[in-house]
């Protein structure tokens, strides 16, 4: 092994003669290492915007959702809760809901529909953004609520001011049927970082949407909140078996399984797609080496005659193309894993939050993605040393060194 790697280092550093396959080295060496950067980048764009989105959707929503299968609310949903908390360990927390839409008005023209939202706001288990609010408190009483920062910036209204809920659920009153409606006061603006939760939201105490909806002493669903958001598919199995029929039990997955999906997909395809651009940088470790057997022949028939096995001569040339590989890679994984952490730090790549729900896009590195990328690059580059260094070790030793 010293004996190859000594002349396949040689071959690769030493001589006048070896300078456009240097160049050639160089080339391939260049198109490793931006494939490998493209796909570290892209497999970490793709990332970190699953990531976000997952966490920012997750954190205003439910990552197991129980309702009642005739759509009515429940009335039990204390028990309910008692016995979820209780039975399941990978349970964080549950909290009971009541939801509805309805159109909130201001002092100005201006009407935005939203989904208004009922919570215990009493409970330590509610949601980490509504513990710092933009501007303003969480609401005091049942004439009191928070209201997303995007709608209040529409509306143009602010903590201490009042608006009016209107609920399209019908009120019998001297003028025939009508809309339900109240007038509300803005406690608070809160932020979730979700762009379409804050600006199609609005957020009371329980008792407040219960009155709203006329839901008595009744909710909308049970939102369960785990430790590992990853269990959510086990865990809502056995519910469902614990629970039986009556209740449907619905994961964070399944109701953003559309999202998922498609960006499953466009990760699998850049992947695929990104590879070829290291595929093509591989030809030239073909090329290259191959114009450097047919330069050496002299030389690898001397080495032949003199007791070299062919073995040997495979060695060396598949060394020269490991080599390769090797510094294109390692300089590829530099060149992407310091972009991915300068965008990260100084957040260079802006994007409408208004379309893709983030101020900004962020890399998020994955191990197994990153150990994939070198895996493959690794494996295509040493692949590519197979042709050359089989021809290199097939030279005839007359035939190299009849003119000699």
Not at 53 to 71: E, P
Not at 168 to 188: D, E
Not at 202 to 210: C, D, F, K, N, T
Not at 286 to 307: F, N, P, R
Request: hydrophobic fraction near 50%.
């Amino acid at each position: 092994m010293k004996f190859a790697w000594f002349i396949a280092r040689r071959y690769l550093t030493k001589g006048r003669k070896n300078s456009f396959i240097s160049i050639i080295s160089m080339v391939s060496i260049l198109g490793i290492a931006i494939g490998v950067a493209a796909l570290i980048i892209a497999l970490s764009l793709i990332n970190g915007f699953q990531n976000d989105i997952r966490d920012r959707i997750l954190s205003s929503s439910a990552h197991i959702m129980v309702t009642d299968r005739f759509g009515e609310g429940f009335g039990d949903f204390r028990g309910l809760n008692r016995e979820l908390e209780k039975d399941f360990p990978e349970v964080k927390a549950v909290m009971p809901v009541v939801y509805g839409t309805v159109l909130v008005k201001g002092a100005t023209r201006e009407v935005a529909g939203a989904v208004f939202r009922g919570l215990d706001l009493d409970r330590k288990s509610r949601e980490p953004w509504l513990t710092t609010l933009d501007f303003g408190r969480l609401p005091a009483n049942d004439r009191e609520l928070l209201l997303g920062r995007e709608m209040a910036l529409k509306l143009n209204l602010f903590a201490g001011d009042s608006c009016l809920i209107v609920s399209p659920q019908a009120a019998l009153s001297p003028l025939g049927i009508m809309p339900r409606f109240k007038k509300f006061r803005i406690s608070g603006i809160f932020r979730s970082g979700l762009f379409e939760f804050d600006s199609g939201t609005v957020i009371s105490g329980l008792g407040a949407a219960q009155q709203l909806f006329s839901l008595k002493d009744k909710v909308s669903y049970l939102q369960v909140n785990l430790h590992d958001i990853f269990s959510a598919e086990r865990v809502a199995a056995a519910m469902r078996l614990r629970l039986g029929a009556r209740y449907a039990v619905v994961t964070w997955k399944e109701l953003n399984q559309s999202l998922y999906s498609a960006l499953e997909l466009e990760k699998t395809v850049l992947f695929f797609t990104l590879t070829l651009i290291i595929v093509v940088a591989s030809l030239n470790i073909v090329a290259g080496l191959i114009l450097l057997v047919m330069q050496k022949m002299k030389d690898i028939g001397i080495l032949l005659s003199y007791g070299t096995s062919a073995a040997q001569i495979r060695r060396i040339f598949f060394l020269q193309g490991a080599v390769i590989g090797i510094l294109g890679t390692t300089l590829g994984v530099i060149l992407g894993l310091g972009f991915c952490h300068l965008a990260n730090r100084y957040e260079l790549i802006k994007v409408p939050a208004e379309i893709y729900q983030v101020s900004f896009v962020p890399f998020h590195i994955g191990l197994l993605d990153l150990a994939a990328v070198i895996a493959v690059s690794l494996l295509v580059s040493f692949g590519a040393t197979l042709i050359p260094s089989r021809k290199a070790a097939s030279v005839s030793v007359v035939e190299a060194v009849k003119y000699e």
